[in-house]
């Protein structure tokens, strides 16, 4: 049996979960993997388009 790779909603909703379950136990580091973890899923790469740990942008 061939193992399909997760879609983008699933990971969406992965991320959604681990955001609301460090919100709700106070980790604030699950809270933002969820956070990456969901807005990661909806671009074309799989990654935010900002560095990991950049800041607000400054425009």
């Not at 997760?6 to 699950?30: H, N, W, Y």
């Not at 969820?34 to 807005?39: E, H, Y």
């Amino acid at each position: 049996m061939t193992e399909r790779a997760p879609t983008t909603s699933t990971e969406q909703v992965k991320g959604s979960v681990k955001e609301a379950i460090g919100k709700l136990t106070g980790d604030v580091r699950v809270e933002a993997e969820g956070r990456r973890q969901k807005d990661g899923a909806g671009s074309p790469q799989g990654a935010s388009a900002r560095p990991q740990g950049a800041g607000p942008r400054k425009d």
